[in-house]
Each structure stands twice: as structure tokens, then as C-alpha cells.
């Protein structure tokens, strides 16, 4: 990092740690949590909007690829910025708390992406020095792969930029208390700010800010809790004693009469939703039927408001057509069937309760590491990033900086799952419902935790308790007693994380849309203001789509979340390999290749999610839907190895071309 970067940074990084006391200070004088929250939202957007605007630029090398001057420490830390979206910072944690050891894929096949890309793809697609990867699909297979290259960036980014803006309009919604559009809105226009001004150098130097931002805001309250509650610095040299204490209280619950009998009811419940969604229509219109006849007798006899309230409820609720309701009851029953599933020990691996459930736990397991780093490897919007340092050498260094920087959030995600899990057991469970913390209460009105008294012994069971995992991270500051300004600062580590990456991902698809589309293939004479105003153009006509879609918060959009992995994987993953490392790999392979890997993943994707339809019992080898890209990897790996043998062989040029990648200087 040049030096005046160096110094803007430290006088950056001392900038916020001083508005930080002023704001801790300020809760310490009666300032509310509310205008914490206003504070960290206004306060960090403006922020990351002023670093853009003094980062702005009209040179055409510069909006691309940052004028390829990008430092491996400061791009490293770009793309670490760049990766951790709202799903790492907000969800990884409460995935973890959930599935234990299992959760651990996601660690480690994101992570290892990143070894992936350092070792097979970045110097590679940096020794090729172009602007995008359409562009390097365009050299090495032809035009018709770079369009179908151009599909293929666009799909996998969409889908996750609308997921990004989402999260940003979640956080702004339930921290600030403002409503959910006018909170994407709020993030769009900072996003907007950032890329439409200086393209890919203003978003360079906002992801370094951003990721300042970020780190600090998810290591400040492990670290104090690390303190307060195990006297050491560093949370993770107690990490021994919390698995204990974990496998302790699981073990405590998991076998008391009352927790069996939570589960039993749940057990029950389910099967009556399931007998339910057997029995449409005619239980639909039975359901409406029963709530109406027990509504007019409560009125009738004067009964309790507080039932007739929750039975007025239930039937506004109630679906209006067989679909919805199929799909309504399905989310209600998989609910009930969590909840009677027996509590899991932080540290056994392989949950299941048969040896073949086991074995589909394991075998799921590698199948979803596999996707997570071939997909993570092939994202565009993270390869790109490889095209703006000075040098091959450089773009390695940036991968073993990015690994060093995600990694420092990346094993901070364990200590917020057991945090969590400990103040559960010891401080909730087991209590009477008068006497459970504010911070329980607090976070069930957002949506966040749900609880009931499903045995009806007065006291909160573990089975009767339900914390989304996207409140883990959020709600660990008020669990463990923390001021409110750590929750203020958690959620303004959740906006620059959302942010980073929407910064990313827009500008991939409008620089996939305005130089491989436009400028290479519709307008080749274009001159170099013009290709900028079309780029601008459609950077903000793909910011207003996607922050329109996110405003329809649709259900399925998060659903398909998990998909944008497979995507990238199937698609690109064995097209870029076989491009940069066979000189044999034809531009009819590649075609196919990505065709059966797209068809391939989604068939599979949506044949065995319930969700859209499918069936679970259509599942091969108990491989989930989420790791669906496996089949469209090894299909389209397949498919491309033998197109390219028995069909004619790439041009000398295109050969040449590998030759030339083989020996990145």
C-alpha cells in the first residue's frame, strides 16, 4: 500500500475508533439505542459515499480494473470485503449454533475457495491482463462462449446482489426502525455512490473502509465477552472450555422428561401438518371451516380477547389457495420437525439416527465443501479483483492477504456459536417464563426468536425455543449484557459487510453488460465516453432491478441464495480449469459443459426441494439441494473432456494462449 494510502487509512482507522467512544460515551449520558442505530446507519453510509466520491474517476482503466494498482495487502483486504456478504457476517454464526460440527463446510469450503483461486485461477487470469471474465472466455473459446460467459456472470451475481440489498433494508428496518424500502433505498444510494462515480477504484478503496468497519464490529464483543467471561484476550484459547461446558448442558436436557416431552408434541404437531397438506383442498376449506365455528362461539360466550385476537390472526393468515397453503403448512411442519429433533453436541461430527443417516450426513457434508470452494473459486465478482494488481506476484500475494483477513472473521464464527449456545443453556432454558431476559422478548417482536409453552409446565424448554440464524451474531451484545452501542456497531458491521459485496457484484454485471455485451460485441467503435455512459447506464438500471426485486421479499429469493454457488461452480468452474490449464479444451466443450452444468444443477436443485415441488426422497446419496452444483461440476467436467477429444481441436491461437498462462511471471 503506497504510503499516502498507508496514512489515510491510520488517520481512517483512529477517526472511527474516536466516533465510537463518542457514541459509547453518549449511551453512558442517556442517548437512546435508537439513535445509536441512526447514527452508525448515516454516519458509515456517508462515510463509504465520501471515500467514493474522493476515489471518483472518468479514465477507462481506472473504472475497470482500478488501474491495475491496486497493492496485495489492500487488495486483499478489498476482496475480503468484497466476499464476507450479510450471509457470512450475519449467517454464519447461526449456522454453526444449529448444526455443529456440520456447519463447519461452510468454513472450510469458503475458505478454501480462496486456495483454489490463489493456486489455479488468479495469477493465471492476471498474467491474461484483460478487464473481465467474458472477456478472458472470449480469447480462449470465442464469442458464442463469451456470451453464454456473459449469461452465466450475470445469473450467479443477481441473484446474489438482490440477496445483498435485501439484508441491507433488513438491517435498516430492525436496527433503525425505518421502513424496509426506504432502508434499501438508503444502502442503494450508498452502493450507487461508490461504483456509478469511480467504478472499480472507488469501490477498491470503499471495500478497504468497509472491511475496517466490519472486522471491528464482529471481533469488539467476542473479544469482550472473552474478558468478562474467561479472563483471557483472546476468545479462543478458552474455546476448549466452552465445547465442554456445550456438550455439558446438551447432554444435561437432552434426556430430561419435559425436554422429551416438548419434542414428542412437536413430533405430533408435525404429523398433523403433514396430514393436512395430504389432505388438500378439502382441509383447507375444513381449516377455515373450524377457525370461523370457534370464532363465533368464543363471541358468543364472551371469551378471552387475547384467544379471539390470536384465532383472528390465524385466519387472516390462513392461505387462500392450495399452493400456498402446501407451501405455507410444508415451512410450519419442517418448524415443528426441528424442534423435536434431540439437541446437538457441539463436537460429534455425523448426525443421524441410523449408520445410512450418518453416512448421508458425511457424504453431504464433503459434497457441500466441494460446491462451497469451487463456487467460491469461480464467482465473478471475486475473480475480477485479480485484475487489479500491478503484477502476477502481486495478485498472489492478495490471495494469501485475503485468506488472512477472512480467516480473522471466518474463526471468530465458533466463539459467536458457543457464546450463544452457553448463555441458552445457562441463562434461558429451564426458566420460568416471568423471569426471561429482556433481550429474549426484545428479539421476539423483531421476529428473531420464537418460544412457547408447548408442554404447558410454566418453564422454557430448549426444544421449545427457536432462534433464527440470523439472530445469532445480532443478539449475542444483549445476551451477554453488553451496551447497546455494541449492537449499533454489530449492525453497522452487518451494513458494510451487505454493502461491500453489492458494490461488487453491481459493478461485475453492469461491466459484463457495458464491455462484453455492449462494447465487444454491439458497438465496437464505441468511443471511450460513450462505453463509460452506457456502463453507468446500466449500472444503475441494474441497481434499480435488483433493489425492486429485493423490495417484493419474496421467499424464494433467499431460498435461491444457496444456489448462486452452484451456479457459479457448474457454469464457470470447469470452463475456466480446462481453459487456463488444457490446451485440448474446445469452444464446442466449453458450450456444453456450461449448458449440462446449468441444466444439471437446476434440475436437480428443484427436483429434490420441497420448496419448489420436489420430493427429499429424490435426493441422491443424501446430498441436499444446496449442494446440487456437485452433479453440474462433474457433468459439465465430464462433458467438456469429451466433446474436446473427438471433436476438432482449438485454433493454434487459443493454444497458444494456454502456453503463454502456463508460465505467470
Known sequence: ?????????????????????ALALGESFGMSARAIGFTFLFATIALYAGVGVLARTSDLLEFYVAGRGVPGIANGMATAADWVSAASFIGLAGIIYHQGFEGLAYVTGWTGGFVLVGLLLGPYLRKFGRFTIPEFLDERYGSAVALAGVAAVVLASFVYLVAQIYGVGLIASRFVGVDFGLGVLIGMAGILVCSFLGGMRAVTWTQVSQYLILIVAYLAPILVLSVERYGVPLPHLAMGEMVQTVAQGVAERRDRPDEQLARALYRARAEQYQHKIDALPASLAEERETLERELARLRQEGGDPRTIYHLERQRQLLPTTPEAARAHWRRLRDAALAQARPPRDFSRAWHGDTPAARQHARI??????????????????????????????????STAWTLFFVALLYLGAPIYAMLAKIEVLQHVVGHSFDELPAWLVSWYRVGLVSFEDINGDGKLQLAELALDPDGIVLALPEMGGLPAFFVGLVAAGGLAAALSTADGLLLTISNALGHDLYYRHLAPQASTQRRLVVSKMLLLAVAIISAWVATLRFDSILLLVGLAFSLAASLLFPTLILGIFWRRASPAGALLAMALGLGTSLGYYFLTHEAFGGRVDLQLFGIQPVACGIFGVLVGLAAHVVVSLVGPAPSARQQALVDFLRRPS
Open 1 to 21: 500500500m503506497n504510503p499516502s494510502a498507508g496514512r489515510f487509512y491510520s488517520f481512517y482507522f483512529i477517526g472511527f475508533t474516536f466516533f465510537c467512544a
Open 364 to 397: 453431504n457434508f464433503l459434497a457441500l465443501l466441494f460446491v462451497l470452494m469451487c463456487g467460491t473459486a469461480a464467482l465473478p465478482h471475486i475473480l475480477m479483483r485479480y485484475y487489479t494488481t500491478p503484477t502476477v506476484s502481486e495478485a498472489r500475494k
